[in-house]
Every structure is written in structure tokens, then in C-alpha cells.
């Protein structure tokens, strides 16, 4: 049976719990620095989908993919540029895998690492980039795609339009947001959650929101924010397990599972829809999501 489209399941008011970070589960199985993650879907899938099984066991309705730096731009540091078809499908599909039948794989496409801004690439060739490792992902069997930790409109918008163009998948936008001494939420570029929203709907984004950032700290603020300029559209929220201290040269996100299930209702009463993690969030923080979620308290 085909599984409904996330947009139908959340029609209802059902809350969907989504995964946590990949790459800390990833380093944590002994992926190392310089390395190429998404190599590992092929050289190592058995750790890769070990970290996808950890999150549909701690109640992940929705998991991710070891695609984030899938694109050619990123690939090149690697050497990899032309395996982006065989690591983007690789994937999808070990997530495929662990997500079974009823629950969905929604497909990272990250950032390039490049700005039209500083004369480094042109729209034209993200949209292009972008369109070549979309059309991988749907092939490998995604349920949709999520633009993620996004800062520059330029960069994300060239993203959504061409899965919106090239694939029959459903669109997930989301940006990374940092506070100004204004006590605003702005990306990067500057760009504000409202703007960013609005601009990823027009270009074809089904679900928007936020990931990644500075904690959960203002995230109850970004989902106002946009739910003000976007009544009916649902919003994800993603956030670190608070923010990063460096012990031992190590980032450590110190935030504990029930900190994180703790901000389960400010968020729904702002109007988020779906509720996952990013950086530092691992299985244990998503259990007491799941656990938060369903006792509906």
C-alpha cells in the first residue's frame, strides 16, 4: 500500500516525531574528521543503517538520510564527484530499509559550501547541482526531500525549485537561524524566518521550518514567526541538545532528553507540526519526544 504524503498525515493534528543528529551518531560509530560521510553509505552501510534503526526504534515517524553533503560541490573535497548518483541512492536506500512500510524517508540535501554573493557559483549552477542529486534521491526511494540548514535565499530557493521541477516528491525548507542583539531571529545572510518561509512556499516548499542553530533557545519565537505569515503551512523544528561546550576538544551538546521533550508543548502551542533534533541530538533525546508526544502532556 503507498504510504499517504506527510501533508495528508498531518491534516488530522497529528503530531510527527522525526530523527535526530546523524553525524554525531556517525562519529560516535567512528567516522572521522576529513572523512566523507556519505562515502560510508556504501563502504560501511551497516553503521549507517545502525544509526537509522536506532530512530524508528525510539519512535521516529520520520528519518532523514546520510545525504547532507551529497551534492558535487561538497563531494569534490572528497574526490567523489562522480559517485553523486551511487552515494545519494546508497542513501535512501538504507534508510529506505529501516523506515519499512509505514514511515517515511525524507532525503537531506545540505548546503554546497558555496555563495553566489562572493562570485563563487551562479543560480544557475546550484539549481543544476541541486537537480542532479535530487533526481538521485527520488530514484533511491525518498518520500521527500528536506533543504536543510540553509542561511542564503538564493542557495535554498535553487534547491526547492529543482526538486519541485525534477521530482514528484513532497518539499521540506528549513533554515538555520542565530539571535541578534535586537533579540531577532535571522540567518547568516540575515534573513528572517518569516521571509524564509514565504519564499521557500512560493517556490514550491510543501513543509518549512527550522534546524540546526543555537540550542532551543527561540525556536518557540521562529515558529510564531512564521506561523504568523503562514497560517496553514506546517512548520518542523529540528534544534540542537542545546548549545555546543568544547570539553577536551570535543563539541559536547549538553542538553538532556527531558530538557529537550520539555519544550514539546511550547512548540505545539506556537504550531509546529513535526518535531525532531540536529546536532547532539541522539535516540534517547527522540524516545522522550516520542514518549512526550504521545502522553500528550
Known amino acids: ?13 497529528r503530531i510527527l516525531v522525526a530523527d535526530g543528529a546523524w553525524g554525531t551518531a556517525l562519529q560516535s560509530r567512528g567516522l572521522k574528521g576529513g572523512e566523507s560521510p556519505e562515502l560510508w553509505n556504501v563502504e560501511h552501510p551497516e553503521l549507517v ?22 551534492n558535487r560541490y561538497k563531494l569534490e573535497h572528497f574526490g567523489l564527484e562522480d559517485r553523486v548518483s551511487e552515494l545519494n541512492k546508497a542513501g535512501v536506500e538504507i534508510s529506505r530499509k529501516a523506515a519499512g512500510e ?16 562572493m562570485g563563487d557559483v551562479t543560480e544557475k549552477e546550484f539549481y543544476n547541482v541541486f537537480k542532479e542529486q535530487v533526481i538521485a534521491l527520488e530514484e533511491g526511494g525518498a518520500d521527500a526531500i528536506v533543504v536543510e540548514t540553509m542561511s542564503a535565499l538564493d542557495e535554498a530557493i535553487s534547491a526547492v525549485k529543482a ?32 521571509e524564509a518561509a514565504a519564499a ?31 497560517p496553514d503551512i506546517p512548520i518542523i523544528i529540528q534544534a540542537n541538545a542545546g548549545l555546543p561546550e568544547l570539553i577536551n576538544g570535543v563539541s559536547v551538546f549538553p542538553a538532556s532528553p527531558d530538557e529537550m521533550a520539555g519544550q514539546k508543548n511550547l512548540w505545539i502551542e506556537a504550531g509546529v507540526n513535526i518535531i525532531g533534533g540536529c546536532c ?3 535516540d534517547k533525546h527522540i524516545r522522550a519526544i516520542r514518549d512526550a508526544v504521545d502522553a500528550g502532556i
Open 49 to 70: 543503517l545502525e544509526v537509522a534503526v536506532s530512530y524508528i526504534k525510539a519512535g521516529s515517524n520520520i528519518i532523514e538520510t546520510n545525504t547532507f553533503g551529497g
Open 280 to 282: 547532539g541530538t541522539t
Open 163 to 194: 526538486a519541485k521541477e525534477n521530482t514528484n516528491l513532497e518539499i521540506i525548507s528549513t533554515f538555520t537561524y542565530e539571535p541578534t542583539v535586537q533579540g531577532e531571529y535571522k540567518t547568516m545572510m540575515g534573513v528572517s524566518p518569516a
Open 102 to 117: 509505514e514511515n517515511w524517508v525524507i532525503a537531506s540535501v545540505g548546503p554546497t559550501g558555496k555563495m553566489v554573493l
Open 200 to 230: 521557500a512556499v512560493e517556490a514550491g516548499a510543501d513543509i518549512v521550518g527550522a534546524n540546526c542553530g543555537k540550542g532551543y533557545d527561540g525556536m518557540k519565537q521562529i515558529i510564531e514567526e512564521i506561523r504568523a505569515v503562514l
Open 1 to 13: 500500500m503507498k504510504r499517504e504524503k506527510i501533508t495528508d498525515a498531518l491534516k488530522s493534528g
